[in-house]
């Protein structure tokens, strides 16, 4: 990829009170000078982290009126030189800012083409710039939490600490090949196998955040779930607080899945209210069941409901949770078991304890105390990876076998953690990556 040359783009989405339009590049300082006009004198002349008010000019045509904000290299967000041009938002305004920054030589910026520059000028790695995507596309304080906490570090903090004490075993190692024909050993294998064991757990525990991680940045799945008319369309229409499910008094009146998303305490939650379970001959009820079951098997979170307590219809999986709840609680008679949750979704009553019990399921405490959660798909790939490999190195090192091929498995982790931070990486996943940003960032 080319850096040297300039890059303009809008930074915010059109339609606002202002936007703002990025200019990054060798000439993006020069570019912006042909343009605006201040009476504080070129832009040039000015230190960075300054902010200017003058016009921007199409020759002698008045374009808008706007704050210029100058940042100098190596001190910027990409490395390099940077204007940020503070306008109105209008789309009109901002298309014209762009084409005249075009016609002066720079070029339009592609998705994330800001964002990668910083990569590779050093100022982030690879998984802090997956984190700044995250970051924008954050709608809780959970996702958000996570996102700038994996953007600060800690993530990349905790994979450096791992990193280097695999560089300082894999030197032994290969200070020990050199001297192969002297048969002689730099390590001690008891403790090389304790130390790959103990790196081994800290992968193991990075990895198996992912379940909470992923399902937080999506939304955690909560599937109702219950015989027809025990309430679930009922009791979704009160968790959104609008009638989004059809309710009536006829079974099998929900025949598809319906999906609501909804923040509780800072954790998103996507609910779905689905067919109710039963013996039926109808095609078009059984289709529905089938989703039903389709979604119990997806859910993170499984609201089971009954009017009375009865044995479970639902099989829990490793990892996932359950929340027994008897509704029609206003029934004279109605008992509540340990440990159940009741209420009355059609007189609103003990939702907020349901909603306690749903959150409840969701632990967030790693992410309070700002450790690393894994979010992204392709990091907990890479952490499987190299769980195996430190599981060969392992198996090797117990087994006696040759020190060159236990070095051969450390470097591979070495490597498989250089892919998440970008010190290893290729142009095709680079670009899949940076694809997915939105332009101007």
């Known amino acids: 990829m080319i850096i040297n040359d300039t890059i303009v783009a809008p930074a915010t989405p059109t339609g606002g009170a202002i936007a703002i339009v990025r200019i990054e590049g060798g000439r993006a300082i020069a570019i912006c000078q042909e343009l605006f ?21 199409d020759g002698d045509r008045r374009i808008d ?14 490395g390099g030189d ?31 083409e800001f964002t990668k520059r910083a990569f590779l000028a050093g ?24 996102a700038d906490t994996q953007l600060r570090g800690a993530y990349s903090d905790a994979l450096s600490r791992l990193r280097g004490e695999l560089l300082r075993l894999a030197a032994l190692l290969e200070l020990e090949l050199d001297f192969s024909e002297e048969d002689v050993e730099f390590a001690d294998r008891g403790e090389l196998t304790t130390i790959l064991e103990t790196i081994d757990q800290h992968i193991t525990s990075l990895s198996s955040s992912f379940k909470t991680g992923n399902a937080i940045k999506r939304g955690v799945a909560v599937a109702i779930v219950g015989e027809p008319n025990v309430g679930k369309s009922t009791l979704l229409n009160r968790i959104v607080g609008e009638e989004r499910a059809m309710v009536s008094d006829i079974a099998g009146t929900t025949r598809d899945s319906i999906e609501e998303s909804v923040v509780i305490d800072g954790v998103r939650f996507r609910f779905i209210d689905t067919a109710g379970l039963h013996q039926t001959d109808d095609r078009l009820e059984n289709m529905g069941i089938e989703r039903t079951h389709k979604a119990i098997e997806q859910a993170q979170i499984i609201v089971e409901m009954f009017e009375q307590k009865s044995e479970d219809f639902v099989t829990l999986k490793e990892g996932q949770h359950i929340v027994r709840v008897i509704n029609k609680c206003d029934i004279e008679g109605t008992v509540i078991p340990e440990g159940w949750v009741g209420i009355s979704a059609k007189y609103d009553r003990g939702i907020e304890g349901l909603l306690g019990a749903i959150r409840g399921c969701v632990d967030t405490n790693d992410l309070l105390r700002g450790e690393a959660v894994v979010s992204n798909s392709r990091h907990y790939e890479a952490l499987i990876r190299a769980h195996q490999a430190l599981m060969r190195a392992t198996d090797a090192l117990t087994a006696g076998i040759s020190t060159d091929l236990v070095a051969q498995d450390i470097r591979e982790v070495l490597a498989i953690i250089g892919e998440i931070t970008g010190e290893v990486t290729s142009t095709d996943i680079l670009s899949e990556i940076f694809s997915k940003f939105c332009i101007g960032k």
């Open 37 to 57: 006009r201040s009476s504080r004198g070129p832009l040039a002349d000015l230190k960075g982290y300054s902010a200017t008010y003058g016009v921007i000019y």
């Open 65 to 78: 009126d706007v704050i210029v904000t100058l940042f100098r290299e190596p001190h910027s967000y990409t």
């Open 82 to 112: 940077m204007v940020e041009i503070a306008c109105h938002g209008s789309a009109y305004i901002v298309g014209e800012i762009v084409r005249l920054a075009i016609e002066k030589g720079a070029r339009a910026a592609s998705a994330g």
């Open 123 to 146: 100022k982030i790695d690879l998984s802090q710039a997956e984190a700044v995507a995250d970051i924008i596309a954050a709608d809780s304080m959970a996702s958000l939490t996570m």
